[in-house]
Structure formats: C-alpha cells, structure tokens
Nanobody
Framework: QVQLVESRGGLVQAGGSLRLSCVAT????????MGWFRQAPGKEREFVAA????????GYVDSVKGRFTISRDNGKNTVYLQMNSLKPEDTAVYYC??????????????????WGQGTQVTVSS
C-alpha cells in the first residue's frame, strides 16, 4: 500500500509561482510512474502532468506546457510540480497519483492506483 500526501497549496496572484510536492510512504516510488491531476469546481478531473518511474520522460496537458514542470526525487520518495506563470484558470484541487508501471508516463486517471487527498490551489486575477 502506498500513501501519498501532497503539500499545502495556497492562494497566489496571477503570474505567480507555486511548487507542490507529494511524498509517498509505505513503498518506494521508484517503480511507479507518477502524475498530477486537477479538478476545478463543476468540472471533471483532468490530467496535468506525468513522469516515468525513472524520471526520463514527462508529459503535459497543452494548457500547462511551458509553464509547469514535473520532477521527482526517488531517493526522497517525492514528486514535484513547479507551477509558473499561474493563471486564474489553474485554480483547482490538485492531486498526485501513482501508477504501477515503469516504462512510460500515463495521462488517464484509470491507470493510477494510488491517490493523494488533494490540495487547493487558488489563483487570483
């Protein structure tokens, strides 16, 4: 069993930056692809970014490309999401998730078996 705990999000002005972290306990993350998803009020959960188990490949939804960066430190069992140039439309609850595959990164929620509790990110205009 893997428990995922996201760092506290927060309130930030448009154009600002925020870094989320997600720490895993219970099992090493080095054999899991990791992802970040988000859910805004009244909307479905959407894929944001993902990274392969080794960290060698990453993927992003088009709306965050060039602004967000996903990274991981397997020695610390932690995955990060650096968010720059934030926009009001980035406001959502952000979730980290773990998928039990090593080969690549994945953008479908059903591919992930462990989820964090979510953290609120609010971007004011």
């Amino acid at each position: 069993q893997v428990q995922l705990v996201e760092s506290r999000g927060g309130l930030v002005q448009a154009g600002g930056s925020l870094r989320l972290s997600c720490v895993a306990t219970g099992r090493t993350l080095s054999t899991y692809a990791m992802g970040w998803f988000r859910q805004a009020p009244g909307k479905e959960r959407e894929f944001v970014a993902a990274i392969s188990a080794s960290g060698g490949s990453t993927g992003y939804v088009d709306s965050v490309k060039g602004r967000f960066t996903i990274s991981r430190d397997n020695g610390k069992n932690t995955v990060y999401l650096q968010m720059n140039s934030l926009k009001p439309e980035d406001t959502a609850v952000y979730y980290c998730a773990a998928a039990p595959y090593e080969e690549s990164w994945y953008n479908k929620a059903h591919q992930y078996v462990y989820w964090g509790q979510g953290t609120q990110v609010t971007v004011s205009s």
